[in-house]
C-alpha cells in the first residue's frame, strides 16, 4: 500500500485552530454580550454588580433556568423538545413540600433525591410516548404539560406551601453561600458541568448528537436511536425535578402556578446558546450562558430604564437576532465550501 | 475496538451464502429469489438492471430488512440479523449508495460513532481517534481533515468517509453499493488498490456496479440478478461484457404497451446545448407532435434533471429550450405551463398532488385561476371543471370529494395526470408514468398515453423500465452520466443496445482486460 498523499495536508497550525475556533465560537459571542450588558448596567448604577445582595443576585437568580435550560439541551440535540418542564418543576416544588409538611424531620439530601427520581419518572413517561409512540415531541410535551399542569393544580387545589413549613436547613440552602458564591448556583453548576462532560466524552452522550443531526444515518448506524431519546428525556426531566427542588428551596413559597411558563425560556436560553432547534449542534456551555443572559437582561432593563413592553420585546429580538445570525453564517460557510470543491 | 479480523477456518467455508431469498413490500415483490455465495478472498461483482432487486438483496444482509423467507447464512452460520447493529457485529460492512453521515459531527466521529476508541473512565479517546482516522485517511491515499466537519464535504469526500468507516470495522464481508458513481479516475484506482488489498487479507467483497469496464478491472466472479431473482454466476473470466447484458435483460418485450403509429408533426419541442454544470452537458433533442420520445438510462444519469430543467423547476447554464419555436423563460414553470407545458413528476405523492386535498381540488389546481367566479373558488366550481376529466381517465367520479391519499398508486397518477390535461398542454413530460402501479392500471396508462400521441400531443416519458420504453417510444434517447449518449429509433431500439449505451463510460480509469464495446448512435 502506498503511502503518499496525493495533497500535503492543510498546514493550519494547532494554535490557529483552537484561536479561530474560539473566535467563531457563539459561546464567546453569548458571553461578551453578557459582560457588556453587565459594565453598561453597573456603569448606570453600581449597585447591580457592586453591592454584596447585587452581587448575588446576579448569580442566583439565573440558577433555575440554568438547570432546566440544560435539560432542555440534551433534548434539543436530539431533535426533539420537552414543554412539559414548567410543569415538572411545579410538581415537584410542592412534592418538597409537601415531604417537609407530612415528614418534618427528612433529612435534606433525601428531598434532593425524592425530587430528582420524580422529575425523572416524569420524563421517562415523555420519553416512552415518543420514542415507542412515534408522535413528534412538540405535539406529546405540550400534552404532558398541561396534563401535568392539571395533576398539579388538583393535587394542590388552592393549598400552598409556605417558608414557614419548611425546616430552616433547607431554606437556607436559598441564601447561603460558600466562598462568596450561593449554594444554589454551585448546584446549578455542578450539574452543568456533569452534563457537559457526559455529552462531549461519553459514547452515549456523543449518540445523541447523531441522533440530531440525521436520524436515519442513526438508524443504519445501528446506534440505539429510541433507548437514547428516552435517556435524554429521562434526563430532562430529572433535571427539572432538582429545579423544583431548588425553586422550594430559593422563594419558600409553593403555589399551583410554580415554573408556569418557564419551558419557553429554557427553549430561548438554548437558541439563544446555540443549540441548533433542529438537534446534532451546540452545547450545554453556551445554552447556560444563554440562560445566563435572558435572567440578567430582565434584571438590567429596568434598572436602564427600559418600559415593559420592550423588555419582553428584547428577549425576542435577541432570540430572533441568534436565529439570523445562525442562518447568516451557515449560508456563508455553504457558499465557501462549495466554492472550495469547485476548485 | 473490534477483535482482529481472523480469515475463515481453510476448506471453504463461503462468507456469505444467499439462496431463494424473498422479501415483498406491500404487494411489490421486490426480492423473489435472492441467491448469492461470495468465497473468502474473492471480489464478487453484483449487476443487474434498476430494479433488480439487487438494492434490496444488500439490505436484508445488512439487517435494514428481514427476509420474508429463504436462507441467509453468514461464514457458515445460519444468521437473522434484526438491526444493522446485529449485522455489523457480527462483522459485515456496507457502503451504501447513498452515503449516510452525520453533517453536524467532525469526520472522525462520523467514521468511529458507537465504537469511538475509550481511555480509562468510559471515556472516549479523542486523540487516538484523530490518530486512527488519520492512518485510514493516508491508507486511503487522501487528505483529509479528520477534524473538519461532514457537512459541506463533496460527495467523493463523503464516499471516502463510508469507505474509511467500512474499513476500520474490520469486517470479514464488505459490501459496496455503486461506491464509484460519484468518484473521479484517480480515487477509484485507489478504492481498487484498497478493494484488492482487502481481498488478499482473506476477505469476501461484493461490488455494486452498472460500469462494466470497473466489474471485469476489479472482479473475479460476477451474479446476474433480473426482476428479482438470481440468473448467474460464473467467473468474469469466461464471460463477456455482451453475455452478461443479454442475461440482464434476458426478457421479451410483451405486448403490454402497445404504441400504436400517429402521424407526426411539427416540432413541438426543441432543446439546445442544455448544459448545467455537474448535472448534465450539452443535451439536445426534438420532440414532434404525436410523437414519444422516450428518455432511457440509468438511476442517477440525469435523465429527470434535465426533465425539470426543460420545465424550469431547475436552472441551467447554458443551452436553450423552445416551445413551438418560442424560446421558454428558464427557471419559471409558470410560463411553462402557460406555453403549454405539463410535468408529471417522478414522485407523485411528494410533488405532484396535494394529497391530503381533495380528488377534484388536486384535478383542478393548475387551471383555478380561471374558475374563479369574482374571485372566489367554490367547490362547485372546481368539481364541475374536474368531472369531465375524471371519467376520460376513469378515476370513479363518487372519488371526487374523497382525499386523494386515500386513493390507490395507479389511481393517483391518472389524477396528477387529469390535473395536466386539463391544462390542455401542446407538451407532456412525464416521468416514471408506472411507478409502483399495478399491472392493469400500468395497460390503462400506456392506452393514455398513445391516445394522447394520437391526438396530436408530443410526450416525453422518461423511464427505468426498459420494456417500457422499448414499448412506448418512438425514439429512445439514452442518457448516461448526464450526456445523451445514444439515440436509438423504434426498430433499432433493442435492450442491449440501450443497457450498453446506459452503461458505457468514456472516461474510466485504464482498465486492462476489458471489453467493453461501445455502440454508435443510429
Known sequence: MSTE???????????????????????????????????????????????????RDLLLTPCLLLILATGQTVVIITRNVDLSVGSTLGLSAYLTGRLFVDNPGLPVPVVFLAGIAFGAVLGLVNGVLVSWGKVPALVITLGTLYIYRGAFLTWAGSDRINASDLPRGFSRLGTQQLLGIPVLTIIALVVLAIVGYFLWTARAGRELYAIGSDPDAAQLYGLRVSRRVLLAFVVSGA?????????????????????????????????IGGVAIFGGSGT??????????????????PILGISDFWQQAVVGALILAAVALDRLLSLRQERKLVEANDR | MNETFQSAPEGGVPVLELEGVQKSFGAVRALRDGTLIVQPGSIHALIGENGAGKSTLVKIVAGVHRRDGGDLRFR???VDFVSTAESKAAGIAVIYQEPTLFPDLSVTENIFMGRQPLRGGRRIDRAAMHEEATSLFRRLGVDLDPRRLARGLSIADQQIIEIAKAISLDAALLIMDEPTAALSGIEVDRLFQVARSLRDEGRG??????????????CDTVTVMRDGAYVATQPLADTTVDALVAQMVGREVGELFPKTAAPVGDVVLSVEGLTSAGVFTDVSFEVRAGEIVGLAGLVGAGRSEIARAVF??????????????????????????RAGMAFVPEDRRKQGLVVEGSVARNIASVVRRGLRTAGVLTGSAENRASGPWAAKLQVKTSALDMPAATMSGGNQQKVV????????PRLLIID???????????????RLLSDLAGQGMAIVMISSELPEVLGMADRVLVVCEGRISAELDRSDATPEKVMLAATRRDAGPATPGSTTQEVQPA
Open chain 2, 76 to 78: 457458515g452460520e445460519s
Open chain 1, 5 to 55: 498523499m496525493l495533497v500535503q495536508p492543510s498546514a493550519t497550525s494547532p494554535t490557529r485552530r483552537v484561536v479561530g475556533g474560539l473566535l467563531r465560537s457563539r459561546e464567546i459571542a453569548v458571553f461578551t454580550v453578557l459582560v457588556a450588558l453587565i459594565l453598561v448596567t453597573t456603569v448606570k448604577n453600581d449597585g447591580f454588580l457592586f453591592s454584596s445582595t447585587g452581587f
Open chain 2, 432 to 446: 416514471e408514468p408506472t411507478r409502483g402501479i399495478d399491472v392493469g392500471t400500468k395497460a390503462e396508462v400506456h
Open chain 2, 417 to 424: 395526470i387529469a390535473k395536466w390535461l386539463a391544462t390542455e
Open chain 2, 205 to 218: 467483497l461484493v461490488f455494486i456496479s452498472h460500469r462494466f469496464d470497473e466489474v471485469f478491472a476489479l
Open chain 1, 284 to 301: 450545554v456551555w453556551g445554552a447556560a450562558i444563554g440562560a445566563f443572559l435572558l435572567v440578567t437582561i430582565n434584571r438590567a432593563l
Open chain 1, 239 to 271: 433535571l427539572a425535578g432538582l429545579a423544583g427542588v431548588v425553586y422550594a428551596a430559593r422563594y419558600g413559597t409553593v403555589s399551583s402556578g410554580a415554573g408556569y411558563g418557564i419551558e419557553l425560556q429554557a427553549v430561548g436560553a438554548a437558541v
Open chain 2, 312 to 337: 424550469g423547476v431547475d436552472s441551467y447554464d447554458r443551452g436553450t429550450v423552445r416551445l413551438g419555436g418560442r424560446e421558454v423563460r428558464r427557471h419559471d414553470p409558470r410560463s411553462a405551463v
